[in-house]
């Protein structure tokens, strides 16, 4: 039998590797002979880190990792998740997607560019692996950093991770996809460096047309594959279009808003304010704004407002001042059922007048305006209220409205805060204040694996805020006693697996579930059926992939798991291998 093509990603040369896998592979003496445990491996991955002096080249050492030993990358990163995720996602990937074009090392996805069309399915067979998820962009509006061209996709490679560390999916079934359809970007269209078509962005309906057929491309080559669609600069037209007959969803309108909803929940219970006397101001009406406030609507009704109740108490800003119906602009349609009929003429002055006249309980950042809430905003919500709620929301860190210190300095440590991207825990008034992070993490990689396991033909609302009720709920006594508005980011895990049941739960209530004997099973069961389908890194095969881990099951008689790998193998395959030693 020729030598079998060794795999660096698997870990085929994994130190942890027992002498005997390593003969079978004939990797025997093409590692340093000690067989490490991951403890030790991860003391070295951990010590090679910390060499690393800045944020980016910390984010090159673990793509690096992730590229050459796949289990071991998910291994460090669940064990240190809070550590790690600003590395691999906000606010690091932020500046990986900036200068993608300079440090670009290695494919990570699959890209597909505007002269690729008619061909679309042809090069998604290109892809070696059955994908049961894909993160897609059109890279022209990458977080609070604007139009960035295929440097855009470090954001599907940086959700996708998550989708494996914090809910388990097989990092072999995931797919980031980024659409090269030209960029409005000059300067990188201009860069040699640049990567992606030299042209400006296609027009909407061009988009659309390619979209299609993608879409379609999509589900024929991998039926059942759910889509998520992430950081188009106007997401609305293909989610109303998609959304009934794929089963995808926009993470930016409805994960964030699902995200925000259940921190808010949280965070209106603190506040001490019954929900129908809330009335919050937004800077930002994008997808992102108006994503959550409609959830809020949605919360405020099942609060007893009616949806008129609701909608009135959103006043939005945007870059051309307070959205109203008599503003003069032609208003997006997406801001038009929040525009504002009741201000008699008057336009926006400024965010500390517009606070003045609306005297609101809530202050949302999604704007992409870094410091937006200064000190003067910030000291005004504390004088009107107890607790103000205070979510700068925008990513990454140098986009947030404000920082966490800034917030519980200028409120006298008495806002209930949540912002889009970490920031440190603080000493304040002799206690230790810890931040919560309203970012969509916390939801997408769940409402990914209910929608998965459930097979839902499509994502419908009562998903997504499944997913937002599910997340306000599993904070434990502890997190609960210490105020705060999100569960620890280290129990992600099991935070995803409650909203995974969430989600599933209303795939059901909906009928769009086709894994339809789910439905017989308690929450316990279900839990228990999630659990046992979440890829976990450490129960990996000794490192080797499936398809070895395949082979040495079948030469040792067993079914695979990891104890084949230190008994003697017996059959002809195994010997000639260790004839190699
Ligand atoms: N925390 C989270 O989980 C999430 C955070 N975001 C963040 O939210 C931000 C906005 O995202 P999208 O809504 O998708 O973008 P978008 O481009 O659709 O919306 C940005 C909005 O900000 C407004 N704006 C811009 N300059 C302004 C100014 N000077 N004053 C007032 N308003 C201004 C724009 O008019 C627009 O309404 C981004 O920074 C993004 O990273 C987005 C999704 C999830
Ligand atoms: C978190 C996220 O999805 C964004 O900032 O766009
Ligand atoms: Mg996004």
């Known amino acids: 039998m020729p030598p079998r093509q060794l795999s660096t990603t698997s870990g085929d040369y994994c130190t942890s590797n027992p002498p005997d896998v390593r003969q079978y592979l004939r990797t025997y003496g093409l590692t340093p002979p000690a067989v490490e445990s991951f403890e030790v491996q991860a003391q070295r991955c951990l010590r090679l880190l910390a060499m690393k002096p800045t944020p980016i080249e910390k984010y090159q050492y673990l793509t690096h990792l992730r590229a050459t030993n796949v289990h071991l990358f998910y291994r460090l990163l669940s064990e240190n998740i809070k550590d790690l995720t600003p590395l691999i996602y906000t606010p690091t990937v932020g500046e990986a997607c900036v200068r993608w074009h300079e440090i670009f090392t290695q494919p990570e996805g699959v890209y597909l560019s505007w002269h690729d069309r008619g061909n679309l399915r042809n090069i998604l067979h290109n892809w070696p692996h059955k994908v049961e998820i894909t993160v897609l962009t059109d890279g022209s509006r990458i977080l609070g950093l604007g139009d960035l061209g295929v440097n855009g996709m470090g954001i599907p490679v940086g959700k996708l991770a998550l989708y494996t560390a914090c809910a388990g999916i097989r990092p072999d079934a995931t797919l980031p996809l980024t659409l090269d359809l030209g960029t409005n970007n000059q300067a990188l269209r201009e860069d040699p460096l640049y990567m992606g078509a030299r042209m400006p962005k296609v027009s909407a309906e061009e988009e659309r047309e390619f979209l299609d057929e993608l879409m379609e491309a999509l589900t024929e080559q991998w039926p059942g594959i759910v889509i998520q669609f992430e950081d ?97 602009d032609k208003l997006a349609e997406h801001k038009v059922y929040f525009a504002r009929d009741d201000n008699n003429g008057r336009q926006y002055q400024s965010l500390a007048r517009l606070i003045d006249f609306v005297k609101p309980t809530i202050l949302m950042g999604l704007s992409t305006i ?209 004839a190699h030693l």
């Open 232 to 328: 188009f600069k106007n997401p609305f037209p293909a989610l109303e279009r998609y959304q009934n007959t794929y089963t995808m969803f926009n993470d930016d309108v409805q994960g964030t808003g699902a995200v925000i909803v259940g921190g808010f929940i949280n965070a209106v219970k603190a506040s001490g304010v019954p929900a129908k006397d809330h009335r919050a101001v937004f800077l930002g009406a994008g997808s992102a704004g108006v994503g959550v406030a409609k959830q809020i609507v949605e919360y405020f009704i099942k609060e007893g407002l009616t949806e008129e109740e609701a909608r009135r108490k959103f006043w939005f800003v945007d870059s051309h001042g307070l959205v109203t119906l008599d503003r003069g």
């Open 370 to 578: 870094g410091g937006a809430f200064n000190r003067d905003i910030l000291q005004k919500m504390a004088k009107l209220n107890d607790r103000p709620i205070i979510f700068p929301l925008s990513n990454p860190s140098s986009k947030s409205e404000c920082t966490f210190e800034e917030a519980v300095r200028h409120t006298e440590g008495r806002c209930l805060f949540a912002s889009g991207s970490p920031f440190p825990s603080m000493e304040f008034g002799g206690k230790l204040l810890t931040p919560g992070q309203g970012n969509n993490m916390y939801v997408f990689p769940g409402i990914g694996l209910g929608a998965i396991i459930s097979k839902a033909v499509s994502v419908t609302q009562d998903m997504i805020y499944a997913s937002a009720e599910s997340l306000s709920t599993s904070l434990n006594k502890q997190e609960v006693a210490d105020g705060w508005l999100y569960p620890d980011i280290r129990r992600i895990r099991d935070v995803s697996v409650i909203v995974t049941r969430g989600v599933i739960r209303a795939a059901q209530k909906n009928g769009v579930d086709r894994v339809t004997e789910l439905r017989n099973l308690s929450d316990a069961e279900l839990d228990a059926y999630i659990k046992e389908r979440m890829y976990d890194p450490f129960n990996e095969r000794e490192n080797v992939s499936d398809e070895v881990a395949q082979l040495l099951a079948t030469a040792s008689g067993m079914n695979g798991h990891a104890s084949g790998y230190t008994n003697g193998y017996t059959n002809g395959e195994v010997n000639t291998a260790a």
